[in-house]
């Protein structure tokens, strides 16, 4: 199995950085497609970016647009989330996740992706 560990998030405050990162273990990622989403409680998860480390092709959600950047590396075993600007709005459990090969539904859609990591907070004050 692939097991995924966030790690990076924390405080900061309104305007600062965190970058997130999304590690693999036992296995590398079987899928060219990583995203991450977040939580705030509450809420929906909701989708934050995506890659598809084939093709190099990337999707963002209008409100980090900018301001985030998704980046996996070459060897499969790693993805980034360099978040810029943050806001209180950011505030959330980020979660990463690995695509479901085969799938057939949107990389925004949670059911695209097969594992999950466990999360991380990230607290944005104002």
């Known amino acids: 199995q692939v097991q995924l560990v966030e790690s990076g998030g924390g405080l900061v405050q309104a305007g600062g950085s965190l970058r997130l990162s999304c590690s693999a273990s036992g296995r590398t990622f079987r899928s060219y497609t990583m995203g991450w989403f977040r939580q705030a409680p509450g809420k929906e998860r909701e989708f934050i970016a995506a890659?598809?480390?084939?093709?190099?092709?990337?999707y963002y959600v209008d409100s980090v647009k900018g301001r985030f950047t998704i980046s996996p590396d070459n060897a499969k075993t790693t993805v980034f989330l360099q978040m810029n600007s943050l806001k209180p709005e950011d505030t959330a459990v980020y979660f990463c996740?690995?695509?479901?090969?085969?799938?057939?539904?949107?990389?925004?859609?949670?059911?695209?992706?097969?594992?999950w990591g466990q999360g991380t907070q990230v607290t944005v004050s104002s």
């Open positions: 890659t598809n480390w084939r093709g190099g092709s990337t």
């Open positions: 996740a690995s695509g479901r090969p085969g799938s057939s539904y949107y990389v925004t859609q949670p059911i695209a992706y097969e594992y």
